[in-house]
């Protein structure tokens, strides 16, 4: 399954700095079919965590969280930069390589004790999605897995989300 996707992920060198090697999805995104099959097949694992919720962090979160929701029959809810989202929110300060960031989400988004699996294009570092799973609970939603289209295994951005299950399509170890 892994090459079946892989060969839709564009590697761009020196994006977007130097030295790193950009895993870009557009690609897959662009063929209907494949893009359909992917969110298919993160469906039919998340399926078995018995979400009610998806949760994703913009922007292309939202290009996986939100079809996943979708395909599931459950609702989306957006975690965005702050002063992006109109209504009421919490949010959570988080580390970069080079200092701080902050993300929010509406303060009645996520209803307490419910089942939440968040959702993302890429794992790496894994602080992003901390940021996000600390927002879920801050609101009292039990965060029940994470799923992506892609890992970068070397940067240990699962460990971040303790023991949670995580599922991915595509893992990089390079």
């Given at each position: 399954?892994?090459?079946?996707?892989?060969?839709?992920?564009?590697?761009?060198?020196?994006?977007?700095?130097?030295?790193?090697?950009?895993?870009?999805?557009?690609?897959?995104?662009?063929?209907?079919?494949?893009?359909?099959?992917?969110?298919?097949?993160?469906?039919?694992?998340?399926?078995?965590?018995?979400?009610?919720?998806?949760?994703?962090?913009?922007?292309?979160?939202?290009?996986?969280?939100?079809?996943?929701?979708?395909?599931?029959?459950?609702?989306?809810?957006?975690?965005?930069?702050?002063?992006?989202?109109?209504?009421?929110?919490?949010?959570?300060?988080?580390?970069?390589?080079?200092?701080?960031?902050?993300?929010?989400?509406?303060?009645?988004?996520?209803?307490?004790?419910?089942?939440?699996?968040?959702?993302?294009?890429?794992?790496?570092?894994?602080?992003t999605m901390r940021a996000t799973m600390d927002l879920v609970e801050k609101l009292g939603g039990v965060v029940v897995g994470a799923a992506f289209l892609i890992e970068l295994k070397?940067?240990?951005?699962?460990?971040?989300?303790?023991?949670?299950?995580?599922?991915?399509?595509?893992?990089?170890?390079?």
């Amino acid at each position: 399954m892994d090459d079946q996707y892989r060969t839709w992920i564009r590697d761009i060198p020196d994006f977007p700095k130097q030295g790193i090697l950009f895993r870009d999805i557009t690609p897959l995104l662009g063929n209907g079919s494949v893009y359909r099959e992917a969110i298919r097949t993160l469906a039919d694992k998340v399926e078995e965590w018995k979400p009610e919720l998806v949760v994703g962090p913009e922007a292309r979160g939202y290009v996986v969280g939100a079809p996943l929701a979708v395909t599931l029959g459950l609702g989306f809810v957006p975690v965005r930069k702050p002063g992006k989202l109109p209504y009421k929110t919490v949010s959570v300060e988080y580390a970069l390589e080079y200092g701080t960031d902050r993300l929010e989400i509406h303060e009645d988004a996520v209803r307490p004790g419910q089942r939440v699996v968040l959702a993302d294009d890429l794992l790496a570092t894994g602080g992003t999605m901390r940021a996000t799973m600390d927002l879920v609970e801050k609101l009292g939603g039990v965060v029940v897995g994470a799923a992506f289209l892609i890992e970068l295994k070397q940067l240990g951005g699962r460990d971040r989300l303790g023991d949670i299950p995580v599922y991915t399509l595509v893992q990089f170890d390079d």
